[in-house]
């Protein structure tokens, strides 16, 4: 009897792992960790832009239509420290958003430089007439610079898993 009771009170915990199937994403080289939705794809981008010392990688996932990705790219070691880092992630964070979200259209809910670990970074969110919204964070990280963006839905499920990435993202160093 007991062990019928113990294996009824685990299984709704059981159940709720199997059903939120998240994986966590852990960078090759140990310099962060994320969760994305399972299954995820990672792919290498062989050309190379300005100032990048290093291919582009990158991971993908989705759920219930919406968009979760990651990338992070090297870049020459002088490249960020002869640049201001706050103004370095705005801008690359920022990147061609008001053209693609021209503000008469969409509500910019969070458009500000931000701190991570002691890192700087950029957040950006923009929302939808329907409640829809696109989350974009982007951080500077001695020679590397890491973005995510993520889409949801209006409903609070969307919303939370799209937060649940955004907030996820963790690096393995601290900046003084």
Known sequence: MKRLLFVLLLWPAFAFAQADN?????????????????????????DREKGHSAPRVAWESKRD?????????????????????????????RGEAEKAFPRGKYKYVRDDNVVLQGW??????????TGASVMMRTYIVKDRLYRLLVTSK????????????????RLAETRP
Request: glycine share 4%; hydrophobic share 40%; aromatic share 14%.
């Open 65 to 93: 239509g919406e968009m979760f990705d990651f990338d992070y790219v090297d870049y020459d070691p002088t490249w960020f420290t002869s640049r201001e880092s706050r103004d370095m992630a705005r801008e690359l964070g």
């Open 120 to 129: 700087d970074g950029y957040a950006l969110d923009i929302e939808d007439a």
């Open 154 to 169: 209006a409903d609070p499920a969307s919303k939370s898993a799209a937060q649940r990435f955004v907030d996820s993202f």
């Open 22 to 46: 998240w994986q966590t994403v852990v960078a090759p080289d140990l310099r962060f960790r994320l969760e994305m939705p399972a299954p995820v794809n990672k792919s290498t981008a062989d």
